[in-house]
């Protein structure tokens, strides 16, 4: 069978812990001459100046400024006074689309369909032998087009053969011609439950575009991906995490061949994240974990611990269920893509065996149904569920004390803001913009708040993301002065949401995330301190050193 990827080379190579630091594995290591910082949830900071390692790769101890080192250690470091912090826990991503992003076609960076066209073509023209052009990262928003892409739009760029490509959110494909000849879908196809296909105005005959579950129509007609390829987009995969100084992830929607992919790299010794899984509904829940919670498998590198759900769709395109119809699409009000009855019996299902339960709602009814779940299904399944919203991008004002009153998470990606900043205030109009992106309000309230990048939609860049935090402007500093600008965070909340709190969300609290004595020692190293850089600083900031488990992985190139 042939692949439908293009192979890349790594972003880095793939050495053990020992070639990379000249460390054996087991010995105590003193990291001193550091300006050190960890962060508790409530965004309190801890300085200190060294770190000892024990022989196991755990925290032994933090010592502050001007306490006794110890004299004999196996190894000693000199920080050379860099920031030494704990590395970062993305609370949601998707480590398997991230690594097979790197080996299909990227359209995210593009600025108009001309341009997408162009790179459409000259991908196909460098890859003859591929059946299907596969890609993903679109954004009409983005294009300043004004509507969806069509097939006609796909078809100019490449008639021969199917192409399928998915929206930047994963909430939309695009497909041309002859992917939807090879899918079976025509005219007479209707909308699936949860899905939209966009229609040729005036008729019936699909127009390219399917949102949401309609995206299935044409998924099934595409080929497989060999576990070759799933092997190699997960090395990539990791390659760009550590160097962002990521060590630690929610892996939002396994699959059962995610999984496998997964354990065979821990099999291999080849994973080194650390990644807490949340499976792609609940029957890849069952076939995975089985009656409960796996354990923390390779060194507490692998865990399935939840289930991941949707309740809606995206607001780019217009999937997410609002309470009222999208500004700029009278008739619609988006895609619930579960009944009530529905989302409570799969938030039981999984509750009863303990596992936690992460529910995907981006419109205020959405985020509003979830909560409502929450408080039924609360008196049932007693103890701390720590259920989790992921995104809760917009949300009635009056609900975000539900969020409080319940314990539910808030997990939320700040680039989104800087992202969507002008599709909402068009989705949405400016009176309904109150306890959209509001992460401050969240915190204000006593909510958890734990942050991630939703990458691939986002890049996994957490400067990117805490200069958003902490400003409420995008790259360029717009708007000048923040969008609702009452929402931006202390730099200290900002980090915590990024390692404390994403790992608590996790149920990881104790492992990793904190650098507290006992916990692994995975940290990074800075030359700048995060809490006094200014935006543009933090997004211009790199990881110079990444360790896991008291080994270092990942050296910046310091030429």
């Not at 509507?147 to 994963?170: H, I, K, Q, S």
């Not at 865990?303 to 995206?314: N, P, T």
């Not at 509001?438 to 309230?445: C, I, L, N, V």
Request: some cysteine; proline content about 5%.
């Amino acid at each position: 069978m042939k692949s439908v990827f293009t192979p890349v080379r790594p972003v880095l190579c793939a050495f053990t812990a020992l070639a990379m630091t000249g460390f054996p594995a087991h010995a105590d290591t003193l990291v001193d001459n550091v300006a050190g910082m960890r962060f508790e949830r409530d965004g309190t900071v801890e300085r200190f100046a060294a770190l000892l390692i024990d022989d196991d790769g755990r925290v032994a101890r933090l010592y502050r400024e001007g306490e006794r080192l110890p004299r004999e250690v196996d190894y000693r470091l000199d920080g050379e006074g860099r920031v030494l912090m704990p590395s970062f826990v993305d609370a949601h991503l998707h480590v398997a689309g991230l690594g097979l992003a790197t080996l299909t076609l990227d359209l995210s960076d593009t600025n108009s369909l001309a341009e997408a066209q162009q790179r459409i073509a000259a991908y196909a023209a460098d890859n003859p032998d591929r059946a299907w052009i596969i890609g993903r990262g679109w954004n009409q928003e983005r294009w300043g087009l004004g509507r969806f892409p069509t097939a006609a739009d796909l078809d100019a760029a490449v008639a021969d053969r199917p192409v399928w490509l998915e929206r930047v959110d994963g909430h939309a494909g695009w497909a041309n011609t002859a992917a939807m000849r090879a899918a079976g879908v025509d005219a007479d196809t209707p909308d699936p439950d949860g899905g939209r296909i966009e229609r040729i105005a005036g008729g019936k005959m699909p127009a390219g575009v399917f949102v949401d579950g309609a995206s299935a129509l044409i998924d099934k007609a595409r080929p497989s991906i060999r576990p070759e390829d799933r092997d190699r987009a997960l090395q990539n995969a990791q390659d760009l995490l550590i160097a962002r100084g990521i060590t630690a992830v929610a892996d939002m929607g396994t699959t059962m061949q995610d999984w496998h992919t997964y354990r065979r790299a821990g099999d291999l010794g080849r994973l080194r994240i650390r990644i807490m899984s949340y499976a792609h509904g609940v029957e890849d829940m069952e076939a995975i974990a089985g009656p409960g919670p796996s354990p923390w498998l390779y060194r507490d590198r692998l865990h399935m611990g939840g289930v991941k759900l949707y309740l809606d769709g995206a607001l780019g395109s217009r999937g997410a269920w609002l309470s009222q119809p999208y500004v700029d699409a009278p008739k619609q009000t988006g895609l619930p893509l579960l009944t009530g009855t529905q989302l409570r019996n799969l938030m039981s299902r999984a509750a009863m065996d303990d596992f936690q339960v992460a529910v995907h709602a981006i419109g205020d009814a959405a985020n509003a149904e979830v909560l409502d779940a929450i408080a039924e299904l609360d008196d049932t399944y007693t103890g701390e569920r720590r259920w989790r919203i992921e995104h809760a991008q917009i949300v009635a004002p009056a609900d975000i004390r539900r969020f409080a009153a319940l314990g539910a998470v808030a997990s939320m990606q700040p680039q989104h803001q800087t992202s969507d900043r002008l599709m909402a205030e068009a989705r949405l109009g400016p009176d309904r913009l109150d306890g959209a992106y509001a992460w401050a309000s969240m915190e204000r309230a006593g909510v958890p708040v734990a942050f991630g990048s939703d990458a691939p939609v986002e890049t996994p860049d957490v400067f990117a993301g805490l200069a958003a935090a902490i400003s409420r402007t995008d790259a360029d500093g717009q708007p000048v002065g923040g969008w609702y600008p009452d929402e931006t965070l202390m730099p200290a909340q900002a980090l915590a949401a990024y390692t404390a709190t994403a790992a608590w969300a996790g149920r990881a609290e104790g492992r990793f995330g904190t650098l507290e004595k006992g916990e692994w020692a995975d940290f990074i190293l800075l030359d700048q301190d995060p809490l006094t850089a200014a935006p543009e600083r933090l997004r211009a900031m790199t990881v110079m050193e990444t360790w896991i488990a008291g080994q270092r992985v990942y050296t910046a190139d310091r030429d």
